[in-house]
């Protein structure tokens, strides 16, 4: 299997604690699962866009026409590799290994830029015939949240920027996202399946010009989102879904560095600085034999060595409520030592 496709559902299994894939786990509030059953009544209609795609535009401030509804983030990025003719589309790795796939699937040579620890971003180390970046903001697995400026910097006429924000809505008041800003040939990608805990419904969105969305609109099939979805967009939209958001920001904050301080207490296990969103990446000797002992001990964890720029000895470790993280840090210490 080609890595560039292995992803954290993968390491799942029954009766495993998982730690690899960056899914809030909590039940859907009323707000989001009403809409969400009321939808079903629905489903002997083709989907209608428009009134998510409006949500979706006021909740950024943008217009309707810079909107794009995806099924799942991911999706964004095949119909981006299906439509554009980038001559050097560039990848900045560590980073979410679906964007390369899909251009390389798609018939780019993808060039790399690949980061070096704490993997924070350096402008200047992107080549200048760079026509097409990809960067995560914060970035999967690293957990590094980029300053808004530095991406800013890798815009320039003549150049896609790709930024894929799947996980902004992890930080507090989103103070790096580019979401509500127009810089020409900025694409963003967003994703409502982490926070919401709705990877099995597939729903995402993108952010871009007019004039890109129609063409990336025309790429996709028809009715490419289900109803249930656009209701679940709708809802993720409102005062009341942007507030609660908020509060479970603040909360994963307390959480991860709660995991984080577990984890650098325990010898042998370097916590990468920096982490910012729902998972922490750390470096051990041994990591995929750790991650093996940790499964038998009923704990699954995600390998980190397919992720370009990466190796054996990373894992990356999600951030759940401090009982489980507890328990998890109890089984490491016995593991590790």
Same mark, same amino acid.
């Given at each position: 299997?080609?890595?560039?496709?292995?992803h954290g559902d993968a390491e799942l299994?029954?009766?495993?604690?998982?730690?690899?894939?960056?899914?809030?786990? =909590?039940?859907?509030?009323?707000?989001?699962? $009403?809409?969400?059953?009321?939808?079903?009544?629905?489903?002997?209609?083709?989907?209608?866009?428009?009134?998510?795609?409006?949500?979706?535009?006021?909740?950024?401030?943008?217009?309707?026409?810079?909107?794009?509804?995806?099924?799942?983030?991911?999706?964004?990025?095949?119909?981006?590799?299906?439509?554009?003719?980038?001559?050097?589309?560039?990848?900045?790795?560590?980073?979410?290994?679906? @964007?390369?796939?899909?251009?390389?699937?798609?018939?780019?040579?993808?060039?790399?830029?690949?980061?070096?620890?704490?993997?924070?971003?350096?402008?200047?180390? %992107?080549? !200048?015939? =760079?026509?097409?970046?990809?960067?995560?903001?914060?970035?999967?697995?690293?957990?590094?949240?980029?300053?808004?400026?530095d991406l800013r910097a890798l815009a320039?006429?003549?150049?896609?920027? %790709?930024?894929?924000?799947?996980?902004?809505?992890?930080?507090?008041?989103?103070?790096?996202?580019?979401?509500?800003?127009?810089? @020409? !040939?900025?694409?963003? %990608?967003?994703?409502?399946?982490?926070?919401? !805990?709705?990877? $099995?419904?597939?729903?995402?969105?993108?952010?871009?010009?007019?004039?890109?969305?129609?063409?990336?609109?025309?790429?996709?099939?028809?009715?490419?989102?289900?109803?249930?979805?656009?209701?679940?967009?709708?809802?993720?939209a409102s005062p009341e879904a942007l507030?609660?958001?908020?509060? %479970?920001?603040?909360?994963?904050?307390?959480?991860?560095?709660?995991?984080?301080?577990?984890?650098?207490?325990?010898? $042998?296990?370097?916590?990468?600085?920096?982490?910012?969103?729902?998972?922490?990446?750390?470096?051990?000797?041994? !990591?995929?034999?750790?991650?093996?002992?940790?499964?038998?001990?009923?704990?699954?964890?995600?390998?980190?060595?397919?992720?370009?720029?990466?190796?054996?000895?990373?894992?990356?470790?999600?951030?759940?409520?401090?009982?489980?993280?507890?328990?998890?840090?109890?089984?490491?210490?016995?593991?590790?030592?």
């Open positions: 299997m080609d890595p560039l496709r292995h299994a029954p009766g495993l604690v998982d730690l690899a894939v960056n899914v809030r786990r =909590a039940p859907h509030p009323p707000w989001l699962a $009403g809409p969400i059953a009321g939808a079903m009544r629905e489903l002997h209609l083709y989907p209608n866009a428009t009134a998510a795609t409006a949500a979706i535009a006021a909740r950024h401030g943008r217009d309707p026409s810079e909107v794009l509804l995806t099924a799942g983030a991911a999706q964004a990025f095949t119909v981006l590799a299906q439509t554009l003719t980038p001559a050097h589309p560039t990848v900045i790795h560590p980073q979410f290994t679906e @964007p390369e796939a899909a251009f390389r699937s798609a018939g780019h040579h993808v060039h790399r830029v690949v980061l070096e620890p704490p993997f924070t971003l350096d402008p200047s180390a %992107i080549p !200048g015939r =760079a026509d097409l970046i990809v960067i995560g903001n914060p970035t999967n697995p690293t957990s590094v949240l980029h300053p808004a400026a320039r006429p003549g150049r896609t920027l %790709i930024v894929d924000e799947a996980f902004a809505d992890t930080i507090p008041g989103e103070p790096e996202s580019l979401a509500g800003e127009r810089v @020409p !040939g900025l694409v963003v %990608i967003r994703s409502l399946t982490k926070t919401w !805990g709705l990877a $099995g419904l597939r729903i995402g969105y993108l952010l871009a010009e007019p004039d890109l969305v129609r063409r990336l609109a025309d790429r996709l099939p028809l009715w490419p989102v289900s109803t249930p979805a656009l209701a679940a967009a709708i809802a993720c507030a609660a958001e908020r509060e %479970i920001a603040t909360a994963l904050a307390a959480d991860r560095q709660f995991l984080a301080d577990g984890l650098s207490a325990v010898g $042998g296990i370097e916590v990468l600085p920096n982490h910012a969103s729902s998972f922490v990446l750390v470096k051990t000797v041994g !990591g995929l034999q750790l991650r093996d002992r940790l499964r038998k001990r009923g704990y699954v964890v995600r390998r980190a060595d397919t992720f370009p720029g990466l190796g054996p000895d990373w894992l990356r470790i999600a951030v759940r409520e401090p009982a489980v993280s507890r328990a998890f840090l109890e089984v490491l210490k016995d593991e590790v030592h």
